[in-house]
């Protein structure tokens, strides 16, 4: 996949988890104020694959941050567009965080060479040995060492991208058939542990840079959209049963 999007970007993004009925609604009512992705527009489907594999430590202090509901928090997670590890889809290690309400994230590229088979401390250290150097990497460097950050959670989903006809800078996404696998490996030999998240259902996430268009807020209101807040990360802890239970 060709990248499309900015390296480091700063916007805000909304979700909503719809049912099969209500985003069928959803689409055939924006159709007017939006237009597939060009990059999707021609793709079986009109979607493409994301998969995301996200560091944490033992303790998952990246995900007791999300569901504390700290307003400030970051956490590394190693995303490329294909199940095939012998793709030519890039990978990216990206640095995601928020800021109040302000979602951040900077990317940066693995080499030619990099090594995405091997798992664990193994698979950090390629991480090192090939992105391209930076404040990403060395922050990076600094949680692995500091924070005892490693690979936990495998997060695969389809999405269908669309963008404003009339608002630049306004994005909407559908991401359906998500699928979290406990591993520490960017494409695991077997998947035994993977298991459906939010099944029959999407995520629409809503992105953009200062505000709503008012043709998005009636259809909130007339569709009565609820916006959530929800991690694809700690729903899979939570699918695994991997968090502990904190008295």
């Known amino acids: 996949m060709a990248q ?12 909503y988890i719809l049912t099969a009925a ?27 694959f994301v998969r995301s594999l996200y560091f944490d430590n033992d303790a998952l202090d990246h995900y ?29 290690l990206e640095l995601k965080g928020r800021h109040n309400n302000l979602v951040l994230k900077k990317r940066t590229g693995m080499g030619p060479d990099f090594e995405c088979l091997v798992s664990g401390g193994t ?49 909407m996404t559908f991401d359906d058939n998500l699928f979290g696998t406990a591993t520490d490996r960017l494409f695991p030999d077997a998947r035994p542990q993977r298991r459906a998240l939010l099944a029959g259902r999407s995520i629409l996430e809503v992105k953009f840079e200062h505000h709503i268009p008012r043709w998005f807020h009636a259809l909130i ?8 807040s929800i991690s694809k990360y700690c729903a899979g802890i939570e699918a695994h049963e991997l968090a502990p239970v904190l008295d």
Not at 8 to 15: D, P, S
Not at 23 to 45: C, I, K, N
Not at 138 to 167: C, E, G, N, T, W
């Open 22 to 48: 209500l985003r069928r609604e959803l689409e055939s009512e924006f159709q007017y104020f939006v237009e597939l992705d060009p990059f999707v527009a021609d793709r079986e489907g009109a979607k493409y």
């Open 221 to 228: 209101q007339t569709l009565e959209l609820r916006r959530v």
């Open 64 to 92: 007791f941050e999300k569901t504390d509901g700290l307003k400030h928090r970051n956490k590394f997670r190693l995303r490329t567009y294909t199940g095939d590890p012998n793709g030519s889809a890039p990978r990216f």
């Open 123 to 171: 698979l950090s250290q390629q991480i090192l040995n090939h992105a391209d150097p930076g404040p990403i990497r060395d922050r990076f460097q600094f949680d692995l060492l500091r924070r005892r950050i490693h690979p936990v959670m495998l997060i695969d989903y389809d999405r269908r991208a669309y963008v404003s006809k009339y608002d630049p800078g306004f994005r």
């Open 4 to 15: 499309r999007t900015k390296l480091h970007f700063a916007r805000y993004e909304f979700k």
